[in-house]
């Protein structure tokens, strides 16, 4: 008897489909959303960046400054200080 009584509430719970609203949120698909132009806009530029983009003359010296000397420089920076420091992961890198 029991073993029925749990096989019947069990079914009636895998059975039901869940009731999602808009975006799976507790906000009900009819609640009259409106699209901001702007966040659409920035949204639509971001997707296209790449076809976007130019390399020109004023491009490339900040994209070599921020892709190679800013990177190496923290480097640097931090491993000198972790050799003057003597810190424990100066010690594990040698």
Same mark, same amino acid.
């Given at each position: 008897m029991l073993r029925t009584v749990v096989s019947r509430s069990s079914r009636t719970v895998v059975q039901s489909s869940q009731r999602r609203g808009m975006a799976g949120g507790p906000y009900p698909a009819n609640l009259g959303v409106k699209k901001n132009k702007f966040v659409e806009e920035w949204n639509g530029r971001r997707e296209i960046t790449e076809k976007s983009f130019r390399a020109s003359g004023k491009t490339i010296p900040s994209i070599l400054f921020l892709g190679i000397v800013f990177p190496? =420089?923290?480097?640097?920076?931090?491993?000198? #200080?972790? #050799?003057? =420091? $003597? $810190?424990?992961?100066y010690k594990d890198m040698c």
């Open positions: 190496y =420089t923290l480097y640097a920076v931090t491993r000198s #200080e972790l #050799e003057k =420091t $003597g $810190g424990r992961r």
